[in-house]
């Protein structure tokens, strides 16, 4: 991996950061995120298209590619600029339903199983695999498996840091599995996205000058997925598991929202609300830690802070464990098991204080 090509993505997306801030005054009429909503904890008009700093500093790094790792990463690229596109006709018009925004990171999906061959044809559970193991069946799983991974970044996206920081820790996290099974490839890819993420993170924490948005959420978490998907197939010895167990904290968070929606109201998942974990640590512990300290605006950032150790308990996790399926499947639970203690403590602690 050429070291211009890590730097190129970080500075890349970092000065387009800037300027994206630094020119709102021109752009804010068409790219400012409304203040208004029942999941908006920010007060200041900020601009909501960090997804274009992503797609500029993802450009950049295939410049400086060469070989094999060249023609994945472009591949990849290519497959994701319907979630990309889709995103960023949301983040200006605000007028794309949540639905056709779902149905483009599907398709984003198969473009990818299109253009590289990698699909999900294996989930080491009895029965399952042998269905999988039609191709039909592979392409379509992969897909959604895509779009539903993708999606529930947009749904952690929600404080200053969050997303972005969960995405630097995860893509490391694959990485770091790379490393151990000497797959130098893919560990160089997801250095490179990290990086690229890592741009715009320093403009988006602890201030929150410029947003992901929907196209940067989007193209960011399909990234993240596309990587889950190739880590078992280009590495037979890695559980599917493994994959999960990295993703564990979105996919997490992204089910308990669809439990809680369809109980509650019955209203589509990807529609905003505030009753995310991350809504209620900052309601109950991060925005009074906040405003005790007398420093409110760092509210969102504390937030981060607190909602990370999830994302780093997967670090630490695929670090310690065997990457084989019964290690990961132990972990995976666990960390599931630790977020709902945590989601309904917190939560118990909302309402007492209300009655209170």
Not at 11 to 38: E, M, P, R
Request: charged share 10%.
């Amino acid at each position: 991996m050429s070291s211009m090509a890590l730097t190129a993505g970080f500075l890349v997306a970092l000065v387009v950061s800037i300027g994206l801030v630094c020119t709102k005054h021109l752009h804010g009429k068409l790219t400012f995120d409304s203040v208004v909503g029942v999941q908006k904890f920010h007060k200041t008009l900020t601009p909501r298209v960090g997804g274009l700093s992503l797609a500029l500093g993802y450009f950049a790094v295939w410049l400086f590619l060469e070989g094999d790792l060249r023609n994945i990463f472009g591949l990849i690229g290519l497959a994701g600029i319907p979630a990309l596109a889709l995103g960023m006709t949301e983040d200006i018009t605000k007028r794309v339903g949540v639905r056709l925004r779902l149905l483009a990171t599907i398709v984003s999906g198969l473009a990818f199983v299109a253009l590289t061959g990698y699909t999900i044809d294996h989930v080491d559970v009895y029965g399952v695999d042998a269905v999988l193991a039609m191709p039909l069946v592979a392409t379509a799983f992969t897909a959604f498996a895509i779009g539903g991974v993708t999606n529930s970044i947009n749904i952690i996206d929600g404080f200053h840091g969050l997303a972005s920081g969960t995405l630097i820790i995860l893509l490391l996290s694959f990485a770091l599995v790379g490393w151990r099974v000497q797959d130098t490839v893919f560990m160089q890819m997801a250095l490179l996205m990290a990086s690229i993420v890592a741009g715009f993170f320093v403009v988006n924490f602890p201030f929150g000058k410029l947003f992901l948005g929907d196209a940067g959420a989007y193209f960011a978490g399909y990234l993240l997925a596309v990587m889950a998907v190739m880590l078992p197939v280009r590495n037979p010895e890695v559980s599917p598991w493994v994959s999960l167990l990295i993703l564990a904290y979105p996919v997490t968070e992204t089910l308990v929202s669809i439990i809680r929606r369809q109980r509650d109201d019955g209203a589509h998942t990807g529609e905003p609300d505030s009753a995310h974990l991350h809504h209620i640590v900052y309601r109950n512990i991060a925005g009074r830690a906040a405003r005790f300290f007398q420093v409110p605006a760092l509210g969102s950032a504390m937030t981060s802070l607190i909602m990370w150790a999830f994302p780093a308990a997967t670090l630490v996790s695929v670090w310690l464990c065997g990457l084989k399926t019964i290690n990961s499947i132990w972990l995976v639970a666990f960390i599931v098991v630790f977020y709902v203690v945590v989601y309904r403590g917190t939560l118990a602690r909302e309402r007492s204080m209300r009655k209170d």
